[in-house]
C-alpha cells in the first residue's frame, strides 16, 4: 500500500514498487490501477517538494520557443519589434515591455509568470575585470 514519502530511501523505495505493477500493466479502474496512479502522485507530490524545479528566464523561454517552432528572430519582429529590438532584447541589452509580454503570450503561448519575471542577468566580462587577460 502506498504511503507518504518522507525520506530520499522511502523514495527510492516506492521507484521500485512502482515498477512492479508498471510491468504487469493493470486494468483501468481495478484496486491495482488505482494503487500504481495514487503511488505515481505520492512520488510526483514528493520529488515536487524535495527538487522543486523553478521557472525558466524569460529569454531562455523564448529561445526554447524559437528552437520548438523552429522560429528565427524575424519570426519574433511582431511580437517584440524591430529586428535592433528583438536582437536587444535576446542579447539581454533591453527588458521585454508589457506590449511584448502580452504578444509573446499570446502569440507564442509562453506563460505570463515565465516572461513577466526579473530576467538573470549574468555579469557580462570587461577587459578590466580579467587581469590575467593582460598577462598574456
Do not use: N
Not at 34 to 49: M, N, T
Not at 82 to 110: C, N, P, Q, T, Y
Amino acid at each position: 500500500m502506498a504511503r507518504i514519502i518522507h525520506t530520499d530511501a522511502e523514495h527510492h523505495d516506492a521507484l521500485a514498487a512502482l515498477d512492479r505493477p508498471m510491468e504487469i500493466d493493470p486494468e483501468s479502474g481495478t484496486p491495482e490501477s488505482d494503487e500504481l496512479q495514487f503511488l505515481a502522485l505520492v512520488i510526483e507530490d514528493y520529488e515536487k517538494a524535495r527538487w522543486p524545479i523553478g521557472l525558466p528566464d524569460p529569454v531562455d523561454a523564448i529561445r526554447f520557443c524559437m528552437d520548438q517552432q523552429g522560429l528565427t528572430r524575424r519570426d519574433l519582429e511582431p511580437y517584440i519589434g524591430s529586428r535592433a529590438r528583438v536582437s536587444e532584447v535576446l542579447s539581454g541589452k533591453r527588458a521585454l515591455g508589457i506590449r511584448m509580454i502580452r504578444a509573446l503570450h499570446a502569440g507564442l503561448d509562453i506563460p505570463l509568470e515565465v516572461l513577466v519575471q526579473e530576467p538573470r542577468r549574468e555579469r557580462q566580462a570587461s577587459w578590466d575585470a580579467q587581469p590575467w587577460l593582460g598577462a598574456v
